[in-house]
């Protein structure tokens, strides 16, 4: 099993940044890959990004390419999501999630953390 919990939501200005925290725990987590996806009320889910626990090369959604970073703390065993240039439209709530399964798939997670819910406001 896998356990995530997200964290860093909150409330931000158009323009603004924020990071959140993906921190992974249980066992083999580190064989997974950790992707990042949104939704929005009324949306359907929508992929952000993935990346491999180890060596991987992050995944972007074409709405998010060019603000958003992936990137990873082995130590602390947390994966990042770092936003910029924040808009309205990426108002959503941000869930983690853990498969095993392809940087550029969008289905087949088998973990999923609670969410943290991210604010933009214009």
């Known amino acids: 099993q896998v356990q995530l919990v997200e964290s860093g939501g909150g409330l931000v200005q158009a323009g603004g940044s924020l990071r959140l925290s993906c921190a992974a725990s249980g066992r083999a987590f580190s064989t997974h890959t950790i992707g990042w996806f949104r939704q929005a009320p009324g949306k359907e889910r929508e992929f952000v990004g993935a990346i491999n626990w180890s060596g991987g090369i992050p995944t972007y959604g074409d709405s998010v390419k060019g603000r958003f970073t992936i990137s990873r703390d082995n130590a602390k065993n947390t994966v990042y999501l770092q936003m910029i240039s924040l808009k309205p439209e990426d108002t959503a709530v941000y869930y983690c999630?853990?498969?095993?399964?392809?940087?550029?798939?969008?289905?087949?997670?088998?973990?999923w953390g609670q969410g943290t819910q991210v604010t933009v406001s214009s």
């Open positions: 999630a853990a498969g095993f399964v392809g940087t550029m798939k969008r289905t087949g997670y088998d973990y």
